[in-house]
């Protein structure tokens, strides 16, 4: 599947309209699953857009979760006199998928940076990023996810739809078709493997 | 980024699908489930394989922790990416990415968007409150003189701008490079490299004052020094554009605001907010040589009280960069005299410009005499030392450096001082020090001596005679030389000559300062040291202890000199053989010494070095070796390859792979190390006699006796020569010549070398030490192949009783069971003989394989007892004659 990467996104970008977005969404419910790959990119560039165009004095933490950028994407993007539940649907899987990229394009770009090793011009004061807690590198999450979809396609896809896309478990049913209770199982055991694999060392578990 | 690249293939440990899935439906049952009903779930579905029990606990154990990790990982990064501003413009500019941020504002990088060329900038957003309309009023008016400053060695800046939201914004050139500090270290420069760097920047700063640009903020951080090792000086004009107090000429001086800048490198009129001048750069770049020299800043503020930030760097004299930095030897002399005057508190006795700074460095690197002065005391002993390079052995340097060490202290502590009864006091200290040093240094001057080089001993011993018979003033200040002359001839290896000196200073202080002094403390510990290296055990540990607990009190807990102290305690109980408790004092003072010093610091070398030691003795080598590499490495970093420390990690590196019985690693080792000491110490010293010896029992165990013997020979006469015939040291020698005598048919000679040997250990170490079963062991078989059963049955029980307190070195207790079952069957017992040897000759055999000259010695003992006759003959064993160099004591001169 042809996912779009930073790199293939024209830097100049213009913002896609709503009538290109809502086209193809409902062009791809009626079957023409080419749609779907002209969607993405469209997606990808609006929410990079919205999650990099978050300024600082502005910025209350709950713009920044990436479930109310996926959200407020499907404001921006989709005429909503014109498409239904399904489409809305179909909206937030692939704007889940894209939401993950973004981020994990851009956690990746900051590893690329720092093993470069340059320090940059950092100054007026000596660089000291505040200590925030350290959560689980989305790179090694992204990682963590594929081994799970190798074993299990429909929990990483739970996850990718409830974590980067912020659907409920009511939506996520909807969008995979399954039931409630699975996705709740789904998303519990998802999490505990994934926890497993990339949470603190052994040392800091209790013992078992 | 390519979906079929099987980047999840390195998740979850390469599980099986089928193994994953039964996990996954056990974890999902289980989960559901109460405690109770859980455990009986996890028993009975687990049955008998603990490993999927184990995982399941693990997956259960994640399920509780979890919380919102998911989540909190992605909104992390969302977090990031909007402060990446990546696509945002900024003026005629578009954000590509962010580079960093700092206490003022965030860096990006960014590409000029009407260009064809896409020239990247830096463009610098500052977010710390500032009127964005003033600053670019203020870019304006300052706009024609920084577009002059077009230097291949600065970043320029380029335009100021106004961010989407309102943030003023520079725009500067664009420079990927590493901190000048890090690169220094990274590329591992030597101190000229580094100083050839160095002068760069200053050219840079030079063409700066020349424009009547002053930087105000040079730091390591705002110098970067590109791929091609080209330093580029960042952010020109901008702390000035940024100063409150720059522009508004009207405002008193007393009323401005506190400047905002960085304290370590702030001048003392920065941070009294007084004019700022071209000497405030020269200041802040005499604090950057001091960093790049040392690796660390002159001093530390550690506040953020304004006064007490005021107080430290307008009074503070910094420690001299050879007393700070590992290149002691290097940076004494001219470098000192360079940065302390680029430091000097008030601007006029600074250089008066970036130049003479530069041109003093020069000066230096060609060899040419600096135009800075130093006091002259220290000139002369500079002098001196410089003339002697090649003529005196690196120790007789070292001497002559601490002896000039303990002026410049005491001269520092005179300008230091600013009440006028102390500096009063000190001065005259200073003097009569001076005084003294002046008198030595010119009996020491070769065109006085008629060009006959002065030997280290030959300096020691006039100094030594000087402080005797001359009437002191200061009796503190004798005290200090005699301390330091004491720790001189230690280090030399002249062990009674130290304690004399020693031992005078420790009297002296105690008179003069009272029983609880931290100078007494200093005495105590360096007397600890002195009895270790004499072999006085217990006097060591009660010396050591007393230090400790001296400097507890007046330091607290935490403390470099603590730390010095714990090791120094626990080489003593090391030597009397309580390695458990040496164990825990080395880790607590290396791990001390690691938050107090970091990681780089010559003295963490010893913490890790001797830790390593005690780790070794213990059996665990596996432990041990690596961080004896990481010793050794350190070292050769910090301290040069020509080191006596250095040539310590080699020897002791040798010592572990001796033990792991890689005899051709070990005699590589012990060979290097004793080159190296032969070149630092010349022929004589304590530490070549113990390297000839650790060669020679070497080359005992690889079988080649007709080279150990001489060089076993050499170390015995070396130590009787340097530490008297009493020293317990003396026995690794006696015992490794026995051996060699034995094996070679030396005849008679071998037993009165293991009774000489067995009776030193008896008097210096306590019972059960396990020396003494090397000793008892190597007579008692001599005894018994002699057939003297009487005397021997005690000594092999004793052996036997020591090794067996440590069963985890099989093979030593196996040798001195078969010794004993030797003794067994010459008793007749033979059947109980039998049992042990059989048992005792495997292991031996497993352990050190059948040629080993141990495992070849129960193998006939087992075969004589098989034909029930003698009791076999060959040589005496024990693989104990290694001598583990002492661990580096500390030693600090006040």
Known sequence: MGVPSQTEVPSQTVVPTQTEVTRLLLAWSNGNQAAVDELMPLVYDELHRLASGRMRRERADHTLQPTALVHEAYVRLVDQQRVEWKNRAQFFGIAAQMMRRVLVDHARGRRYAKRRGSEHQVSLDEASLPARGRPADLVALDDALRGLERFDARMARVTELRVFGGLSIDETAEVLGVSKTTVVNDARAAKAWLYRELGPEDGEREPA | ?894
């Open chain 2, 1 to 894: 980024m390519n979906e079929n690249q099987p980047e999840g293939a390195t998740a979850f440990h390469g599980m099986s699908p089928e193994r994953w899935r039964r996990l996954d439906a056990l974890f999902r049952d289980a989960v559901e489930r109460d405690d109770a009903d859980r455990a009986a779930l996890l028993d009975r579905a687990c049955d008998g394989d603990a490993e999927l029990r184990r995982e399941v606990e693990e997956l259960l154990d994640a399920h509780r922790r979890a919380g919102s990790f998911l989540e909190d990982a992605a909104l992390d990064e969302a977090a990031r990416l909007a402060e990446s501003r990546a696509g945002q413009r900024i003026g005629a500019y578009e954000v590509v990415e962010q580079l960093g941020r700092g206490g003022m504002g965030t860096v990006y990088l960014a590409v000029r968007a009407d260009e064809r060329y896409r020239k990247q900038v830096a463009i610098k957003v500052i977010t710390r409150g500032l009127d964005t309309d003033e600053v670019q009023r203020r870019f304006r008016q300052e706009r024609q003189i920084l577009a002059g400053l077009d230097h291949p060695n600065i970043a320029g800046l380029l335009d100021a701008a106004t961010s989407d939201d309102g943030l003023p914004c520079f725009v500067m050139e664009y420079v990927d490079g590493t901190r000048i500090d890090h690169y220094c270290e990274r590329q591992r420069l030597s101190v000229n490299q580094r100083l050839e760097l160095f002068r760069t920047v200053c050219s840079a700063v030079q063409a700066a004052h020349r424009n009547l640009v002053v930087h105000r903020d040079l730091k390591p951080s705002n110098i970067l020094v590109t791929a091609d090792g080209v330093p580029k000086l960042l952010d020109f004009g901008i702390a000035k554009l940024l100063d409150p107090a720059s522009f508004d000429q009207t405002v008193e001086p007393t009323a401005r605001p506190f400047r905002r800048m960085t304290p370590e490198y702030a001048s003392p009129e920065q941070v009294r907010s007084e004019n700022i001048t071209t000497a405030s750069d020269v200041y802040s770049l005499g604090v950057l040589l001091y960093v790049l020299l040392t690796g660390r800043p002159p001093y530390r503020v550690d506040t953020n009280r304004a006064t007490e930030m005021e107080r430290v760097i307008c009074e503070q004299e910094p420690e001299r960069p050879s007393a700070a930095g590992p290149e002691r030897r290097r940076l004494s002399g001219d470098l000192d005299t360079v940065v302390l005057k680029a430091l000097a508190k008030e601007p006029e006795r600074r250089y008066a410009s970036v130049e003479q700074l530069s041109g003093d460095l020069k000066r230096h690197l060609v060899g040419q005499p600096i135009i800075a002065r130093p006091p002259t005391f220290s000139y002369r002993a500079g002098k001196f030392l410089r003339r002697h390079r090649t003529g005196v052995a690196m120790a007789a340097l070292s001497v002559a450096l601490l002896l000039a060490g303990i002026v410049t202290t005491a001269w520092q502590a005179h300008v230091a001082t600013t009440a006028r009864a102390t500096a009063e006091a000190e001065r005259g200290r200073a003097e009569e020090v001076t005084g003294f040093l002046e008198e030595l240094f010119q009996v020491a001057d070769p065109s006085r001596t008629e060009g006959e080089t002065i030997t280290a001993r030959e300096l020691l011993d006039r100094g030594a005679a000087r402080l005797a018979d001359q009437p002191w003033e200061q009796p503190e200040v004798q005290a200090r030389l005699l301390d330091a002359i004491g720790w001189s001839y230690h280090g030399l290896g002249y062990y009674d000559d130290a304690g004399r000196y020693l031992e005078e200073a420790l009297v002296i202080r105690r008179r003069v300062l009272g029983r609880e002094h931290l100078a007494v403390a200093e005495s105590l510990d360096n007397m600890a040291a002195l009895l270790l290296a004499r072999g006085e055990y217990a006097a060591a540990r009660t010396s050591s202890r007393e230090a400790l607990e001296m400097r507890r009190r007046l330091l607290g807990d935490e403390h470099p000199s603590v730390a010095e102290s714990l090791n120094n305690l626990a080489q003593a109980l090391q030597a009397e053989g309580d390695y458990a408790a040496a164990e825990p004092l080395l880790r607590e003072a290396l791990a001390m010494k690691k938050r107090l010093l970091g990681d780089d610091h010559p003295s963490v070398a010893v913490g890790v070095n001797n830790l390593a030691g005690v780790l070794n003795l213990l059996g665990d080598y596996e432990t041990a070796e690596p961080l004896f590499r990481e010793a050794l490495g350190a070292r050769r970093r910090l301290l040069g390859e020509k080191h006596p420390q250095v040539a310590e990690s080699l020897n002791n590196l040798g010592l572990i792979l001796y033990r792991q019985r890689d005899y051709q690693g070990a005699e590589t080792h012990f060979r290097q190390a004793l080159d190296l000491r032969r070149q630092l110490y010349g022929e004589e010293h304590p530490a070549v006699a113990r390297g000839l010896g650790n060669l020679a029992t070497v080359l005992l165990d690889s079988g080649d006796y007709a080279r150990a013997e001489p060089l076993s020979r050499e170390a015995l006469a070396m130590k009787e020569r340097l530490l008297g015939e009493e020293h317990p040291s003396l026995a690794f020698n006696l015992n490794s010549l026995g051996q060699v005598l034995e094996v070679r048919g030396g005849g008679p000679g071998a037993e009165a070398l293991y009774r000489r040997a067995l009776r030193l250990r008896r008097e210096a170490l306590p019972p059960g030490h396990r020396h003494l079963a090397t000793s008892a062991l190597a007579l008692g078989q001599l005894l018994l192949d002699r057939g003297d059963l009487e005397q021997a049955e005690p000594l092999l029980r004793e052996a036997l009783e020591i090794r067996r307190a440590r069963p985890e070195d099989a093979w030593r207790v196996a040798e001195a069971e078969s010794a004993l079952a030797g003794l067994l069957a010459a008793l007749g017992r033979l059947r109980k003989a039998e049992t042990l040897l059989a048992a005792s000759c495997d292991v031996l055999e497993a352990e050190l394989g059948p040629e080993d000259r141990r495992a070849r010695r129960a193998r006939e003992r087992l075969r004589d007892l098989a034909r029930q006759s003698s009791y076999g003959s060959g040589s005496a064993g024990g693989q104990m004659m290694i001598e583990q160099d002492p661990p580096t004591s500390a030693h600090t001169s006040q």
